[in-house]
DNA sequence: GCCGGTCCGGAAACCGTATCCCATCGTTGT
DNA sequence: ACAACGATGGGATACGGTTTCCGGACCGGC
């Protein structure tokens, strides 16, 4: 009974049968809705008004086959609940959506193996880059795992974007869009010792974690520049959320542990180390100063509100997404960039805001 | 010079590369991958151990344009930086993932025009269905708007759900999945009232959001059941956002308002009131209580930790997924669901924590 | 009025994969 | 030992568009 095309096809409409429909050929569809080649009014008219009447788009699967399609950004996260990654995703989306581009967003949720089948997945879908997002955790066997990523990605036409970690060692064919981690640590720390902070508790994440390590190492970096003696009993290692800093404050106390000041990881650290201070029976700022590293919304939104380091999360997005697209424009005419070119450092800077005093007693 | 296909491409490796190199028809690949024929285990070998040398993924639009593909999901949201939508799109992801499925993101930035360019664009991607977050703005427009969307994905053999927002009027194909609005606000408002508050300064959002609407409508109702006088000069509307919190706050401190509890619209919105009341020389909840509404993470962050309603946003994404695969599933057998099993409708409940106390002073 | 140039429409090849159908080979039953 | 059958592999075709290559029509100029 039916034979290939009847018309009462449940499925979507092709080309084939706008063309059938307008009475011209399924070239002439393409060309006027591609628009890349001279065709005249009437026929446009006409055309339209059956795509109009069918309501037809056109099947991105057959169009990218045949060379076409519009490019697609994958951003890979371990989890999309961080507010952080929010406003990264934000930029790259944005930048996407401005030339045209489409976005997808996968969650590993910290699980290499997933990671693995992420990247696989995208590589399958075509995708133009994949984009990796928040701190790595440094073992042996990541630098191996991401440069394999690279190659890979890089062979199948696509291209790594690595954001918010530091860049891969060696020749890979990746880009990195960074910030400066460390140096936001420093200035943040030297704003709690110049304030005469001297006695300060760490929270500076995962130990094993790339963002942690460099936050620490700017503190330390800070620490040493003031002259003041660092010591390591003094530093809580733990996941970046609201427990922890909630957690390391309250043993800390318990412990009988000294400080006029926590300098937490990130402002979510902050929120819960602030908390339990508070239920300590300890007021902040007089009895004891925070910071926080960050600065999503939440930090101007607590009480008081907590001075922190900006970190550009949004910008990162778009400029990675520019990144991508940069080399896929110049991409024509041989490597125009260095290995140089592809890491891409952004600033931070101190938000200053309620959350610190001189500490009320000097040791 | 070059062939068709010569040795030295730079492209991704197609299938036929690897039937040539391992020494075996497409076919024969095709079917080693797939698994769902039988093949002999020195076919399996060879044709592995050079998808392996050759770092070879199947192109997933050749894939869906031949039939088969992995189902994908898009996830339309106006701003992608509200934790609300996170926790809704974490659960998408992750019962889309559980299925193998893939999930899109687009945001649409409260612009109808790119809404419907990023519905048009799902469509050519083949999407299994468009997944529209939040509240909607409640104009005549819309509802023609979101019947045409959903005929039109329907016609394409995709299909449209709406999360957190009320069912579109009609017989209209698409699918619904909402909480329980105006009960939770008719539940969080009772709690207010049964404290002892009378006055009470309502911030139920955009007067034109549905949300917003079913909020004010549930607390009012609550107002009636109390047998307490409603006095629309006490609700402010305005965005969901931390400043609108702030300012109709101070705005009503500086008129003079008289009021003993804050009912806000969402968490962010009782953040902003909360520190507008501390700036004002007011402590909560000692001299005015308030409460939220969503139940995201912030509420508990706060000092003191917000007594809201809980929201089941996470369990919405994982049932409007399901919906969708059940129905793909379902979907030979004719219409199996009336247009009443379309409508899902999951519940909310008062989370009591410590920003409510009765009123200083009575009325 | 004829010729040449410009412009537009139609047919067909190809993008990479899945699948249908047929050929082949080895095996088993009688 | 022969026939029938099951297990596999290969060739061809469809999926929905884009694009190139041509051929034909229309127009203007001389």
Do not use: C
Request: no cysteine; net charge neutral.
């Amino acid at each position: 009974m039916s034979q290939r095309k009847t018309s009462g096809d449940v499925g979507r409409a092709t080309i084939r049968d706008v063309a059938e429909r307008a009475g011209v050929s399924v070239a002439s569809v393409s060309r006027v809705l591609s628009g890349n080649y001279p065709v005249s009014e009437e026929l446009r008219r006409r055309v339209m008004k059956v795509v109009g009447d069918l309501d037809y788009v056109t099947n991105a699967h057959a169009r990218s086959l045949a060379g076409g399609g519009t490019p697609t950004v994958a951003i890979l996260i371990n989890n999309i609940t961080g507010a952080a990654f929010a406003h990264v995703a934000k930029g790259v989306e944005g930048a996407a959506t401005l030339r045209g581009w489409l976005s997808l967003v996968g969650t590993t949720g910290d699980d290499p193996e997933r990671e693995l089948a992420l990247v696989n997945l995208m590589r399958q879908q075509g995708v133009a880059a994949v984009v990796l997002l928040g701190g790595a955790y440094d073992v042996d066997e990541y630098q191996l795992r991401m440069a394999r990523f690279a190659r890979s990605l890089d062979a199948a036409g696509s291209h790594l974007v690595l954001v918010g970690r530091p860049p891969l060692e060696g020749d890979v064919p990746a880009t990195t869009v960074d910030y400066d981690n460390e140096g936001g640590a420093y200035a943040m720390a030297s704003h709690l010792l110049s304030a005469g902070h001297r006695r300060v508790l760490l929270l500076p994440g995962h130990a094993e974690l790339t963002t942690a390590q460099g936050r620490l190492r700017g503190a330390q970096r800070a620490f040493e520049a003031y002259g003041v003696p660092f010591d390591p009993g003094m530093v809580r290692h733990g996941p970046y959320d609201y427990e922890h800093g909630y957690e390391a404050v309250e043993d800390s106390l318990k412990g009988g542990v000294d400080f006029t000041a926590v300098l937490a990881g990130t402002d979510v650290v902050a929120a819960g180390a602030m908390q339990a201070l508070r239920a300590g029976g300890l007021r902040v700022p007089e009895d004891v100063s925070i910071v926080g590293y960050d600065d999503i919304p939440l930090a101007s939104q607590l009480t008081p509100q907590l001075t922190t380091v900006h970190v550009p999360y949004e910008e990162m997005g778009r400029v990675a997404l520019r990144a991508v697209a940069d080399r896929r424009e110049g991409g024509g005419t041989g490597r125009r960039r260095g290995s140089d070119g592809d890491h891409l450092v952004l600033g931070t800077h101190v938000v200053v805001r309620n959350s610190v005093r001189p500490p009320a007693r000097r040791d």
